[in-house]
Structure formats: structure tokens, C-alpha cells
């Protein structure tokens, strides 16, 4: 019944900008955290983003200062925007729900489709 969509990846040049969206479905998750990973080919699923029910967010090290977090709660909705994207942003991005410990992927309940996102240069 819970179901996490993404939206909003695609084509942008190195540099660009580009907002990724996660809608849910089938429960609110206005006191859950969400986060966004991405997996490019060859390479081992990483943790991009987070943020708690409180609002509280966390970055990894390679976005942090490019990539910000919100949510809207109202709209049972995460978002992540990117901007300054690099060659290594190249990856499909997932949306994840429901967390305690939010950096690692291992620990979410709900995991969405993903949305590619391609930067070239």
C-alpha cells in the first residue's frame, strides 16, 4: 500500500541545477525521516541526503553546500534540490522513507523506483 514515486531527474549540463520530488502514498510520513540515496553503474548504492521529522537535515560530503533537503508535510512530499551538479552526480536517485539511523540505506523501510539524472559536460 505505501508507495514513494520520484520525479524530476533528466538531462542537465554540468553546472545546472535540477529538483528531484518524492511523493508517498498509503500513510503519512510527517513523523518518519526521508532521505535520497543514489547508485550510479558500477558503484555501490550512497547516501546524498536526509532529513528528520523535526526538520533537522544531513549531507554527505560531496553535496554538502550544492544539495538541500526540504519536505513538505502537507503534501506527504520530499524534496531534494541540487545545484553546481557534477559529472559524479551522474546516477539514478532513490527515495526512501521511515529511518532511525538516516545515513544508512540498510535501515529504511520504503524505497521508491528512482529517477535518473544524467550530467554531462
Known amino acids: 500500500q505505501v508507495q514513494l514515486v520520484e520525479s524530476g531527474g533528466g538531462l542537465v549540463q554540468a553546472g545546472g541545477s535540477l529538483r528531484l520530488s518524492c511523493a508517498a502514498s498509503g500513510r503519512s510520513f510527517s513523523n518518519s525521516a526521508m ?3 543514489r547508485q550510479a ?3 555501490d548504492r550512497e547516501f546524498v541526503a536526509a532529513i528528520t521529522w523535526t526538520g533537522s537535515t544531513f549531507y554527505a560530503d560531496s553535496v554538502k553546500g550544492r544539495f538541500t533537503i526540504s519536505r513538505d508535510n ?3 512530499t520530499v524534496y531534494l534540490q541540487m545545484n553546481s551538479l557534477k559529472d559524479e552526480g551522474t546516477a539514478v536517485y532513490y527515495c526512501a522513507a521511515d529511518s532511525l539511523s538516516v545515513t544508512y540505506y540498510r535501515t529504511y523501510k520504503y524505497w521508491g523506483q ?3 539524472v544524467t ?3
Open 35 to 37: 532521505g535520497w540515496f
Open 41 to 43: 553503474p558500477g558503484k
Open 74 to 76: 502537507a503534501k506527504n
Open 114 to 116: 528512482g529517477t535518473p
Open 119 to 121: 550530467v554531462s559536460s
